[in-house]
């Protein structure tokens, strides 16, 4: 389904020049924001494909414990087989209908059939499913005065984060919504709404709708080693309250040989540059047996 061709690393350097240039800004303004890509190469890789839940309160669904998740990442590491994700239909955020859809992707699992994600079969993932993306090959920043970029090494799937005061008025939905940003100290804060309900929360197909809202705060801990995402979710229209959860990244800037490998951490860092082109490329057959779906296209907006 991919394509490997090509080196991003004049792209990055170039973008780091932007960054620096941004910072500067920021520093002449008194502001002091965290700089999430201190050099070219430095990208993240996220801990787990499942988001933490938050210390207390209601937070993200989770895997059924019944039926224990060993990912194609812990495969590598241990040798144990793949099995696909089966959630935990318990969780007292789902609405009936978002339940009942969730509950209709366990059975498919469970019945042994193949069941690959948006991303497998080159769909658009949207905001918080490309949180729990980077986990074999890493997400990278570009930091400006105006905008931050953030870009998925799978399939060059890029979100923009514009610094602003406010959203567009009347904001039609897309893959990515449209997603304002400011710097509250260390933290990037960014504010999303406007997504196109056909994304899906979390590898569970766990459902949204229009309604959805987003607030993501961004920051390093541990010297700048780790990058840390606290989430806020709303959607009345999927979900029966707010909730939070947390997403990690620890920081990559070298490749390393897949000798010796003894944990999943070492495993997962690439075999390859800084940022390189991969790309999610058209096709008309069947993905492995699974029936395909038609290509993606925007959706008509509500007017």
Not at 13 to 42: C, E, I, K
Not at 57 to 78: I, K
Not at 174 to 188: K, R, V
Request: aromatic letters at 10%; one cysteine or more.
């Amino acid at each position: 389904m991919s394509r490997h061709a090509g080196n991003f690393t004049g792209g990055v350097l170039a973008g780091a020049v932007y960054l620096a240039g941004g910072l500067s800004l920021a520093m002449a303004q008194g502001v002091s924001p965290p700089d999430f890509t201190p050099n070219p190469s430095a990208g993240w890789f996220a801990y787990s494909r499942t988001f933490i839940p938050p210390a207390s309160g209601p937070g993200p669904v989770q895997g059924d414990p019944a039926h224990p998740h060993v990912s194609n990442d812990e495969f590598r590491a241990t040798g144990k087989q793949p099995t696909a994700a089966v959630a935990d239909l318990n969780n007292p955020i789902l609405q009936p209908w978002a339940r009942d859809k969730v509950r209709e992707r366990n059975e498919l699992v469970l019945s042994g059939k193949q069941v690959f994600s948006q991303h497998a079969t080159c769909w658009p993932i949207g905001v918080l499913a490309f949180l729990l993306e980077p986990m074999t090959r890493p997400m990278y920043f570009v930091q400006g005065p105006k905008e931050v970029v953030m870009i998925l090494t799978s399939f060059n799937e890029v979100r923009h984060v514009y610094l602003a005061d406010k959203h567009s008025e009347n904001v039609k939905p897309s893959w990515y919504g449209e997603s304002i940003g400011h710097y509250e100290g260390d933290t990037l804060v960014v504010d999303t709404i406007g997504l196109d309900d056909r994304t899906f929360v979390d590898g569970f197909e766990t459902p949204h709708t229009k309604q959805l809202h987003v607030l993501e705060r961004f920051h390093l801990t541990d010297g700048g080693e780790i990058l840390e995402v606290n989430v806020h979710v709303e959607d009345p229209g999927a979900f029966t309250m707010p909730w939070d959860a947390v997403q990690r990244y620890r920081r990559f800037e070298a490749v390393a040989s897949r000798k010796n490998v003894a944990n999943l951490t070492q495993l997962a860092t690439p075999e390859e540059g800084p940022l390189t082109e991969a790309i999610c490329a058209e096709n008309p057959n069947s993905f492995m047996g699974m029936p395909h779906k038609p290509l993606p296209q925007a959706a008509v907006p509500d007017f």
